[in-house]
C-alpha cells in the first residue's frame, strides 16, 4: 500500500508540476477533502486501511446501568477535528485538539494512562486502530482526481 502510494507520487509529480500553482492548489484541495471524507467513512466502520474491523474495547467493570455508549471515536470524525488542509505541493489531514493524543495513541499502539486527568490512573497498551490511512479506492480516487485537473489544464 505504501508502494503504491510512493508510485504514484513518483508518477504523478512530474505531471502536475506542468500545471499553475492555483490550478495544483485546487486539485490539492479536492484531495484533501476526499481523503477527510473517506477516513471518517472508514472510521464511522470501525475498520483499518486494510479493510480489518478495528479491535474492540475492553468490557468496562463498572458500567453504569442504562448508560449510553458512544461507538469509538465518534467525535474524531467530526469536521472541526479531523481537519484537512492543502498547499500547492501537498495535501494533508490531521487531528486536532487534545483530539490528537488519543488519536496517536491508537494510530501507532502506544502506551497511555486509562484516564489521563487522573495521576494514579492504570497505563495499558492500546490495540492498534489505524484511524488515518489510504486503502485501494482511496488511490484509485486520488489518481482519477489528479489526472482530471492534469487533462483540465491541457
Known amino acids: 500500500m505504501a508502494d503504491d502510494l510512493s508510485r504514484l507520487a513518483n508518477w504523478v509529480a512530474p505531471l502536475i508540476a506542468g500545471l499553475s500553482v492555483p490550478r495544483r492548489r485546487a486539485a490539492m ?12 467513512q472508514r472510521i464511522a466502520e470501525q475498520r483499518n486501511p486494510d479493510g480489518s474491523p478495528y479491535e474492540p474495547r475492553k468490557p468496562r467493570l463498572r458500567a453504569k446501568k442504562g448508560s449510553i455508549r458512544r461507538t469509538m471515536f465518534e467525535k474524531l ?3 472541526r ?4 488542509s492543502a498547499t500547492a505541493e501537498s495535501a494533508m489531514l490531521t ?5 490528537a493524543r488519543i488519536a496517536r495513541v491508537h494510530q501507532q499502539g502506544l ?3 486509562v484516564d489521563w486527568r487522573r495521576p494514579n490512573s492504570p497505563s495499558i497498551v492500546y490495540p492498534r486502530r489505524e484511524l488515518l490511512g489510504f486503502t485501494d479506492a482511496d488511490i484509485d480516487a486520488i489518481t482519477d482526481i489528479l489526472l482530471r485537473h492534469i487533462t483540465a489544464g491541457t
Open 29 to 40: 484541495v479536492q484531495v484533501a477533502t476526499y481523503m477527510r471524507r473517506s477516513n471518517s
Open 77 to 79: 470524525r467530526q469536521a
Open 81 to 84: 477535528l479531523l481537519r484537512k
Open 95 to 99: 487531528i486536532n485538539g487534545r483530539s
Open 111 to 113: 502506551r497511555d494512562k
